[in-house]
Nanobody
């Protein structure tokens, strides 16, 4: 059974940084597109950033220039570097991986990020 284990969330002040990590227990990680989503109470889940197996990155406008998604296929891990954090970034963040041929996808358990002074 595939598992995604997230880490790196926490409480920070505005302007500070965090790096989220998501380690996957799949056999060939390079076959997966990876993404980070977030959800705040009362709102729908929002796609924050995605990184295809071919290396294309897409970001939601609100995080462009501040967040960076990356992957280490050898470590089977996807990262989200979050800089210049704002209170509006407060949410539970979920990693997602999707096998590019079959479309099968998996979700992490979620990690809380709170930005507050």
């Amino acid at each position: 059974q595939v598992q995604l284990v997230e880490s790196g969330g926490g409480l920070v002040q505005p302007g500070e940084s965090l790096r989220l990590s998501c380690a996957a227990s799949v056999s060939i990680f390079s076959r997966y597109a990876v993404a980070w989503y977030r959800r705040t109470p009362g709102k729908q889940r929002e796609l924050v950033a995605t990184l295809t197996s071919g290396g294309t990155t897409i970001y939601v406008d609100s995080v462009k220039g501040r967040f960076t998604i990356s992957r280490d296929n050898a470590k089977k891990t996807v990262y989200l570097q979050m800089n210049s954090l704002e209170p509006e970034d407060t949410a539970v963040y979920y990693c997602n991986i999707r096998e590019v041929l079959t479309g099968e996808q998996y979700w992490g358990q979620g990690t809380q990020v709170t930005v507050s002074s």
